[in-house]
């Protein structure tokens, strides 16, 4: 069985962001994209020019690349929009039963999950449905909470917990990139509740590995 995670996101209020930016945005997508490969092979196809659809090969993996791709997003931002950079995204987990050269052609379950889920995400930014029922109504809660968390974080927050999650990179390591004090990047990781955004990648991730058995 074919099982992968397909994710779908739109850019919240792009028409809101500069003309001059809009390469920018689309190409630090990518950019976050192509960095989050070393969690799992993936493909990204943008369409509707602020739109993107992934296909993620390790189900397991595809809600860490869903939120890093917001917090990739975030810590991209240029310093003097007035608005940080975030997207909608909604993450399907299922069979896929073709597979094209165009993201946005191929189909199966997992598809149809992560659409039907931006269309109904309402005022949620993260939204999951899977093939498992018991799955779905678990993480229907944690989702609404690791949602709002995720959607406050700020352009400094997002700079620490992306190389955080992504590469495990030591708070040490981050202040010395940024020139902050080891204390101040410890701050920012307990204001972004990085120990609550890990328990609920965890679990996740044993839900699904653990129907994948």
Do not use: C
Not at 14 to 20: G, K
């Amino acid at each position: 069985m074919n099982i992968k995670g397909v994710i779908t996101g739109d850019v919240i209020n792009s028409t809101a962001i500069r003309v001059d930016w809009k390469k920018q945005l689309i190409d630090s997508i990518q950019d976050v994209a192509d960095e989050l490969t070393i969690l799992t092979p993936l493909e990204i196809e943008f369409f509707r020019g602020d739109s993107f659809q992934l296909v993620v090969d390790k189900p397991e993996e595809a809600l860490k690349v869903a939120i890093l791709l917001r917090a990739g997003l975030k810590r991209k931002t240029p310093p003097e929009s007035k608005n940080i950079w975030d997207a909608r995204i909604a993450l399907g987990v299922g069979e896929i039963s073709y597979t094209s050269d165009k993201v946005v052609i191929s189909d199966g379950e997992a598809f149809h999950f992560s659409g039907w889920g931006l269309d109904e995400i309402g005022k949620q930014k993260l939204t999951i449905r899977t093939r498992w029922e018991n799955v779905n109504e678990e993480l229907k809660v944690s989702t609404a909470f690791a949602d709002d968390i995720i959607s406050d974080w700020t352009n400094s927050q997002a700079q620490v917990i992306y190389p955080t999650l992504l590469y495990q990179t030591s708070q040490k390591d981050i202040a010395i990139e940024y020139n902050k004090t080891a204390q101040n990047i410890s701050k920012l990781l307990g204001t972004a509740k990085e120990n609550l955004i890990r328990m609920y990648l965890e679990r996740y991730s044993i839900l699904i590995t653990r129907n994948l058995i």
